[in-house]
């Protein structure tokens, strides 16, 4: 039973940390808890993806495809503080404005945007509205499902092949590194929510997915890890965003 309670626990607390839904249990916080809570990120994702799916599908209701996706991701952003979408950002000014590797990461530290991480958001929010509004209305849920869940696993992933890069006292959840168990278990999350959008689509749909959400996760890493040697917490965020992004780009580009 005790073991039960304390896995409710780092769970609730990936919920706290992903999120700014309410968790009305105080005492939470260990720093072993917060590691451990990375398993559990893909598993918020799907919950999060169910979420916005059910915004989508009701806004579809009343509005167009286009605006009812622009309402979904405005519900996202809500649910999550623009928690990764923030990091992305840090990331475009850190690897756009810093000629150097320690450069790079104070800009990062700055919680003000430049103009390389305002012209990043930008483009990235839009072509996740124009991406998803241009796949058939009723693959969307399960577009926005898979891709939440899968996302995250991918930033899991990121975490558990690099080395984090900040100094001691300034370390994420990640830092202390992906067990092995975790990792399998965040990745097997994200494939369940795959296998989602395959029997809602075709087999043919969720391998351009990944194929998307691959090249999304590649493509970001070779850029951090050429300029920092490794990862901070931000790099995560904009896994996670590339990833999604990929996701939405190869089914579309499929379609």
Sequence with gaps: MGRAREEVAVFL??????????????DLYTEARLTAATRYYPLVGLLLGGAVGGAFWLAHLVFPV???????????LLATGAFHEDGFADVCDGLGGGPGREQALEIMRDSRLGTYGVAGLGLMLAAKVLALGAAPAATIPWLLVAAHAASRASAVLAAAGGDYVREAGTATPVAAGVAPGDLALALGVGAAAVGGLWLASSPAVVVAGLA????????MRALYERKLGGYTGDCLGAVQQTSEIGLYLGVVALL
Excluded: K, N
């Design 13 to 26: 607390l990936a919920v706290q940390f992903l999120t700014r839904c309410p968790i009305p249990f105080p």
């Design 66 to 76: 286009t605006l009812a996706v622009v309402l979904a991701t405005a519900a996202s």
């Design 212 to 219: 998307g959400l691959g090249a999304g996760h590649l493509v």
